[in-house]
């Protein structure tokens, strides 16, 4: 059994002098699901797997910070690469809120709200086809493929 001081440990990351909540184990050894075969995902544990989850997730929050900052000035192609950098981030920040508040419950994802509302990113069939993967691989993400097969579907009425 557990004592209460391993599950503080599991649960708290000290980087360079400061203390934060975030899952401290590598993204690697905390998967959801091994068989993921999303490209968003995979490019995700490829670049972030040795690294801890908590960690990974305070990163995703930082670039949510920039992303807005972009937006604001109309720096729209930093903002979109930034959305499309955080996208794979969304596993940890998944595993994350799962372990340390037993579900996930965000009702907003700059990263994929922003994406969805950018035309560039609406006329890239490959780039939607990786954001759709993504969000059909995670039961935590329906709410936002709803609104991507809307905003898909209103592209479709357009171009006819």
């Known amino acids: 059994?557990?004592?209460d001081q391993d599950n503080l440990n599991k649960h708290w990351i000290e980087i360079n002098g400061?203390?934060?909540s975030g899952l401290n184990v590598p993204l690697k050894s905390a998967l959801i699901d091994k068989t993921i075969k999303s490209e968003i995902v995979i490019r995700g544990r490829q670049k972030y797997g040795n690294e801890l989850v908590g960690v990974i997730v305070r990163k995703y929050y930082n670039n949510m910070t920039v992303i807005e900052q972009e937006r604001k000035n109309g720096n729209l192609e930093t903002m979109k690469a930034l959305c499309e950098e955080s996208l794979e981030m969304i596993e940890a920040l998944i595993v994350d809120?799962?372990?340390l508040y037993g579900t996930f419950d965000l009702?907003?994802?700059p990263a994929?709200?922003?994406l969805i509302?950018?035309?560039?990113?609406?006329q890239d069939k490959e780039k939607m086809k990786e954001l759709k993967d993504l969000l059909e691989?995670?039961?935590e993400?329906?709410?936002?493929k709803s609104k991507l097969d809307k905003i898909q579907s209103r592209n479709e009425i357009k171009s006819e």
């Open 107 to 109: 009702t907003k994802i």
């Open 18 to 20: 400061a203390s934060f």
């Open 117 to 122: 509302k950018t035309q560039s990113f609406l």
């Open 112 to 114: 994929i709200e922003r």
């Open 97 to 99: 809120s799962k372990e």
């Open 137 to 139: 691989e995670f039961p």
């Open 1 to 3: 059994m557990k004592s």
């Open 141 to 144: 993400l329906a709410n936002w």
